[in-house]
Every structure is written in structure tokens, then in C-alpha cells.
């Protein structure tokens, strides 16, 4: 089926969001102002290879120049179906080198074959070497008449300043949720798909704004799902547990319930949950929790208001973190991630009033109140005032010193 490839939109119209791109670009078609290059940064899946070849068509359309190139005509036919001899499509990553680039740079003495403009795009250009950056500078600082190149690339840091500012840059956006959700929705129908609201959603959630990889989640989900996809197909397809067992979890931890919390883990791993899909399931549920009670959403976790402290939603990131590293790196992973799930259980006391954590190694310090009493009580006790008893009681105990706040 391939429906990624089936639902690449072909005019600017059916793009979805990256409403600044295409109208920017639109504009520059409308007035006949083209660059000589343009850059398109973005993660992967949201548009930028679908864009170069819906402006290519609008740089070369039979129509004349336009923002809204007619679809139909030999030339804006050849580009759609990748046969275009003038819009050529390299990947960076497998034509890195010196030699490849020169070879582009003699192509792009020739005039275009048949359209207006020569388009080169240049997929992931961040793979480049040195010397193939500087010999697209070459270029880059002396353009050849009606050839426009589009630079594209998930990782825009890696590209050399030179080469930056020789560009006009379009930064990609994730799609939002309504726009994708939308989107899914056509495809559905389309596809006479039967799918549930919520199995969209958990679609949009794993797919982090990409749309290509949202339309494969549902391609994927479809298939093994014989015809409907519900959430309960996609929960087991993609290892996502239900929200109700890190709700519970939260309660045990509020209630002190060691025992629940580990057993909680034990029997998502006797269905078939990775330690990897607990962990990615509780780090969204905890972003939850802080959402509601520190700033006061109300989603499912908003009962839990008044049992959580600013200090443990902060501390529970933290263990959060530790877990993952067990995770990437420990060869013993189940152990000590029942570990750091039994801090979880353990946080009321391992926060208490007075205290924070260090952020840079993740210590417990005293804050300057508590300290102030504790140096009290030892001059009281050594009868002297010794201006640096805090410092020495800060060795003694081997806390680390909180400067500037807890955090
Ligand atoms: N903005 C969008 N609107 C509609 N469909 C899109 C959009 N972005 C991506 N798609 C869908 O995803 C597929 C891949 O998109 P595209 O090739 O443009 O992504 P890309 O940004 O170039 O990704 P990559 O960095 O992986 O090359 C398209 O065929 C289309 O089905
Ligand atoms: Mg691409
Ligand atoms: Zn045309």
C-alpha cells in the first residue's frame, strides 16, 4: 500500500501546517523573486522534500513561473513522478565526497533541458565532508544563472556558517496535533479505515509531529489490526500501557505502597511490556503529574494535588533520569530498576522539608534554613562562634552546599 508515498501532497494546498514556509515561498513564486539556494531544516517526515518538489514544479510549471503550478501539464508530470531531468534529487549521505560534488558542479554549467530552472536538492547536506562544503561554496558564491538549489537537512547545526549564510533558511515545524489528526482523519476516509478517536491520538503521541511516520503508524496498525485499528490494537502494537496503571502508580507512591509499586511493574512485564515501555509511559504520566500540580491543569492526575510537593515532582525527574541511564547502560537493568522504582516509593522521605537536591550530581543538600539551626546548635554545643561551623558540618556530613537555590 505505501500510503506515505500515496498521500505525498502534490500542491501546496494539501500541505499540512508549515503555513510560513509555503507562504513565503508561495510569494516568491508569485513575484519572481528565487534565491539561488534555500535551506530546509526540520525533523524528519514533516515536508521538506514534499515542498522542494512542489516548488520546483511552480519554478518550472508550462504555466509560467507560479505559486500554484497546474499538476498536469509534461513538465510539473515529470517532477511528480521523480523522471524530471532538470530537478535532480541527491542524498547527501551516499554522495559525500569531493569528486560527487564537482560532478554537480559541472552539470550545473549546462543549461536546463527542458524547464526554466535546473533544481538541485540536496538531502541531508549535514553529511557533506569538508571539502564538498567548500566546493558547493564555490558555487554557492557564484551562481550559475537558472539553477536554484534546496539544501535539506534534520540536523541544521552541522552545516557549515559559510554555507549558512549564503542561504535563505525555512525552519520545519512538528505538526500540531489537529492539523495531524486532521490528516489522518482524510486518509482514513480515503482508505474506508475504521478508526477509533483515541487510536488517532495515541497515533499523534508516538509520532512526535512527523507526518510520515504517523501515516506508517496507521499503515502498520491497519494491517495488523485487519481492517480497524482501535486503541487496544495500537497499545499492543506499539507497547503503550494504559494511563490507569501509572494513575494507580502515583497513588502507591502518595500512599507509600512499595510492595504495589513493584508488583504494578511485575505484571506489565508478564504481558509482554519492555522495562523501555514502562519507562517511556511514566515519564509521560509524570509530566502529567508536574502539569497539574505545578501549574495547576487538570487532567487525570489532578486528585493527586496537595500529595506532591514542588520539591518531589522535581525529584521524581530525577530518579526518572537515573532509570533511563540504568537502562541504556546497566548489563543487571531489571534490578536496578526496581531500585530506582522503589525511591520512587521512598520519596516522601528522601524530600523532606529542608531539603534539596543538587543538581549537578544530585546529592541531598540542606537548604540555608535548616542549616542556620543546625549551626546554631553546634556553637551552642562548642560554645565559640566559628564563622565556617556551616562549612565544616557541610564536610561532616558530606552534603553538598545549595549557592544559589536549590536548582
Ligand atoms: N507537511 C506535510 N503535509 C502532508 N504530508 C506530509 C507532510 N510532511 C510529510 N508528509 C507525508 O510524509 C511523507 C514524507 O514527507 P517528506 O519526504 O516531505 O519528509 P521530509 O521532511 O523530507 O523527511 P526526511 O527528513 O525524512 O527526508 C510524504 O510523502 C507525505 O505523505
Ligand atoms: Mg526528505
Ligand atoms: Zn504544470
Redesign the pocket.
Known sequence: MNL??K???KTFR?????EHVVKTLQNALRHKKISNAYLFS?Q????????ARIFAKGLNCEKGITPEPCGKCEICLEIDSGNSLDVIEIDGASNRGIDQIRELRENVRFMPVKARYKVIII?EVHMLTNEAFNALLKTLEEPPENVVFIF?T?EPRKIPETVLSRVQRFD?RP?SESALIN?LNFICKEERIQCEKDALKIIYEISEGS??DA?SLLEQAYIYGDGKIDSSTLREVFGILEDEIFINLFEYIAEEKPSDLLKLLRDALNQGYSLFDFHKGLVKAATSLMEAILMGEENPYSHLKGKFSEIDILYIFKILKDMEQTLRLSNYPRPLFEYELLKLAFIKRITPHGFSINNDNGHLSKNNQSLEKIEDKELHKKGEKNSTSINKLIKELNLKEVKDGPF
Do not use: E, L, M, S
Open positions: 506515505p508515498v498521500y505525498r501532497p494539501d500541505v499540512v501546517g508549515q526540520g524528519r517526515g514533516v515536508g521538506k522534500t514534499t515542498i538531502d535539506a534534520t520545519f505538526i490528516r507526518v510520515r501515516i
